[in-house]
Every structure is written in structure tokens, then in C-alpha cells.
Nanobody
């Protein structure tokens, strides 16, 4: 059994920052990649950023230069530093991990950017 638990969401004003964390626990043999997706009301879930076990990263065009994904392999944790937040970043953010041969999802954390 593997669990992903996110934390760090909240309400901020435009231009401010937030840092999301996602910790994986349970029967973990190998984590190949971890990433963040988001889903805004009435929209499909989309990829925000992903990082491989080797440290390679990929970002959605809409967050490049503002968001940074990182991971602590010793802690099985991935982070998403979000700077210069915009109202259009408002969404539920989900952590996803490719662990072994399966994909696991966290429960989601709400990020709201509003003045």
C-alpha cells in the first residue's frame, strides 16, 4: 500500500508564493517520477510539472519561470515552489507518483489566488 499526502495549499494574493509538499509512504521499492497536476473548476486535469528519479524536469508552458519542482529522494518527497502566482493558477493540485509499475495519486490540495 502506497500513500501520497500533499500539504501547503491555501489562499494567497496575486504575486505571492506558496510551496506544496507531497510525501510518499508505504511499500515503496522505487520511485521513477513524481509530479504535480492541477484541475480548475470546469476544466480537465493538466500536468504542471514532473521530475524524474534522475532529476530531469518538465513544466507546463503556463508555469515555466514561475514554478520550480524539486525532490528529496531520502524523504520520498516532492516539492512545488510556486512564485508570482496568478488567479488562473487557482485549482486543486494533485501529486502523482510513478512507483514501481503503478501510478498513485494524492488527495489534492486547494490553491486559491485571489485579491
Amino acid at each position: 500500500q502506497v500513500q501520497l499526502v500533499e500539504s501547503g495549499g491555501g489562499l494567497v494574493q496575486p504575486g505571492e508564493s506558496l510551496r506544496l509538499s507531497c510525501a510518499a509512504s508505504g511499500r515503496i521499492f522505487k520511485i521513477y517520477s513524481m509530479g504535480w497536476h492541477r484541475q480548475a473548476p470546469g476544466k480537465q486535469r493538466e500536468l504542471v510539472a514532473v521530475i524524474t528519479s534522475g532529476g530531469n524536469t518538465n513544466y507546463a508552458d503556463s508555469v515555466k519561470g514561475r514554478f520550480t519542482i524539486s525532490r528529496d529522494n531520502a524523504k520520498n518527497t516532492v516539492y512545488l515552489q510556486m512564485n508570482s502566482l496568478k488567479p488562473e493558477d487557482t485549482a486543486v493540485y494533485y501529486c502523482k507518483g510513478r512507483i514501481g509499475v503503478l501510478d498513485y495519486w494524492g488527495q489534492g490540495t486547494q490553491v486559491t489566488v485571489s485579491s
